[in-house]
Nanobody, 126 residues
């Protein structure tokens, strides 16, 4: 059974940092492409970043370039999202998702991702 479990969210002041984690199980980690997506209340789910787990190739949404870093540890089957210089508009539920690498495209399409975690809430407020 495929499982993706996010953690690391919380309440952070503007300008702060967080590291989100996504622990994956039930599939061959290196054969997949994984992404971070977010959804704020009343808004559509949007891509944040994507990484191909075999090559390490990354993609970032323009809104997060230079502030967010996606990475993975293939030995721990874990995906990370390092977030710096948080802004109130970064407030959202953050989800990790996985898709077999041949289905991976740029820009990422959420509809192609067939495995999703339950999400972790990030709230940026003073």
């Amino acid at each position: 059974e495929v499982q993706l479990v996010e953690s690391g969210g919380g309440l952070v002041q503007p300008g702060g940092s967080l590291r989100l984690s996504c622990a994956a199980s039930g599939f061959t980690f290196r054969d997949y492409c994984m992404g971070w997506f977010r959804q704020a209340p009343g808004r559509e789910r949007e891509v944040v970043a994507q990484i191909k787990l075999n090559t390490g190739r990354t993609y970032y949404a323009d809104s997060v370039k230079g502030r967010f870093t996606i990475s993975r540890d293939n030995t721990k089957n874990t995906l990370y999202l390092h977030i710096n210089s948080l802004k109130p508009e970064d407030t959202a539920m953050y989800y990790c998702a996985a898709v077999f690498f041949v289905m991976c495209i740029e820009p990422p399409d959420p509809a192609r991702f067939n495995y999703w975690g339950q999400g972790t809430q990030v709230t940026v407020s003073s």
